[in-house]
């Protein structure tokens, strides 16, 4: 075989191979917008579970993303500033809620904030404050998966900021503080947002550490995606109508985000 020859059949080969995985994982997103029709999909927007889950939803993922904005950035600042060992580690310990599975993180939460926990023994005798099964606890266990996504693009930020401009700020008396307030943050506000929307989609999609600790309570703790998973039961146009709802969202959250991309240089 020629190699011209050998090079279209690997073009052909390639193209044929990301175009069927490709198809794989469009198909079920395809499918759960394709087979529902507009009157059934307002039907099961109209189930009882569905507005509660909703609000539940909105209200605990934008106080997950605001814990995790907040704290988050003030951790990857000094985790890219560090340069030891020791950051490393702390760095590579952040992560490990993304390969933890979410059953696995809930059942840690539980364990170190219950009522019989590690730590929440001790919140409960000294605050009277029980945190399982409440709308807190929801936020808890998306601030713990969503997290380190927005640490990771943060971290990464951070690190790609030219060490000049920090010194030279250093050097004009600008204290800690005001460098990062002045120079860090604003030249990393690309990066922080996206990284800000993909920990909000993870926390919007959150189900196993919710129900390990926070349970599946109507108007309490029922977020969509436990919505989704009690409708299942009794109604599947319900399920599916809550399910195109989520997927809408994280498709707005995409596309945002490929706008906010800047646009590559052309070859």
């Given at each position: ?5 050998s ?45 509660p ?26 985790l ?46 000294a ?73 909000w ?50 498709f ?5 985000l ?8 052309p070859?």
């Open positions: 075989m020629t190699f011209r020859a090079r279209l059949a690997w073009n052909v080969l390639g193209r044929t191979a990301a175009a069927a995985f490709l198809a794989f994982l469009v198909a079920p997103v395809l499918a759960l917008v394709l087979s529902l029709r507009w009157d059934e999909l307002t039907a099961g927007l109209s189930h009882p579970l569905a507005v889950a909703l609000k539940l939803t909105l209200l605990t993922s934008a106080c997950s993303l605001l814990v995790v904005t907040s704290l988050g950035t003030l951790l990857a600042w000094q890219a500033l560090g340069q030891s060992r020791a950051a490393r580690w702390l760095e590579t310990l952040s992560q490990i809620p993304i390969v933890m599975p979410p059953a696995v993180a809930g059942l840690g939460l539980l364990l170190a904030f219950g009522q019989q926990g590690v730590f929440g023994r001790w919140l409960t005798s605050t009277g404050l029980t945190l399982p099964f409440t709308t807190a606890a929801v936020v808890m266990a998306e601030s713990f998966v969503s997290a380190p996504f927005y640490i990771q693009a943060a971290v990464a930020a951070f690190r790609r900021l030219d060490p000049e401009l920090l010194l030279a700020a250093r050097s004009l008396g600008a204290s800690p503080a005001r460098v990062f307030a002045r120079v860090g943050l604003p030249l990393s506000v690309p990066a922080l947002v996206g990284g800000a929307a993909t920990s989609a993870r926390a919007i999609g959150e189900f196993g550490a919710t129900l390990m600790f926070a349970g599946n309570l109507t108007g309490r703790t029922q977020t969509m995606s436990l919505a989704v998973y009690t409708s299942m039961e009794s109604d599947l146009r319900a399920a599916q109508s809550l399910a195109v709802v989520l997927v809408a969202v994280a707005g959250l995409l596309a945002a490929q706008m906010l991309r800047p646009a590559s240089a070859p």
